[in-house]
């Protein structure tokens, strides 16, 4: 079981940045790939990015290649996502997760957290 509570979200304006953070409880937090995805109103839930259990693996949707960076510390059981640049289109609900396999589709996703709003004004 893992438990994920997500932080760092807010109004930025456009180009400007953001750093999530995403804390996770349980002994296992090592044995999971984990993601962000993000949902905008009227939006299915779109993948974002995922990195790998030893962090050595990092995977990017195309249009936030070069302004986001995942990141992880399996001593800290935490996840980040760095987000520089930030567009208008970047506005949504921001959720962490986790998965024991798998990094870009949420059905292979097991836990995730509750989200954070991050808006980008223009």
């Known amino acids: 079981q893992v438990q994920l509570v997500e932080s760092g979200g807010g109004l930025v304006q456009a180009g400007g940045s953001l750093r999530l953070s995403c804390a996770a409880s349980?002994?296992?937090?090592?044995?999971?790939?984990l993601g962000w995805f993000r949902q905008a109103p009227g939006n299915e839930r779109e993948f974002v990015t995922a990195i790998n259990k030893g962090g050595g693996g990092t995977y990017y949707l195309g249009s936030v290649k070069g302004r986001f960076t995942i990141a992880r510390d399996n001593g800290k059981n935490t996840v980040s996502l760095q987000m520089n640049d930030l567009k208008p289109e970047d506005t949504a609900v921001y959720f962490c997760?986790?998965?024991?396999?798998?990094?870009?589709?949420?059905?292979?996703?097991?836990?995730w957290g509750q989200g954070t709003q991050v808006t980008v004004s223009s």
């Open positions: 349980g002994r296992t937090f090592s044995s999971y790939n």
């Open positions: 997760a986790a998965s024991p396999q798998g990094y870009s589709r949420a059905s292979s996703y097991y836990y």
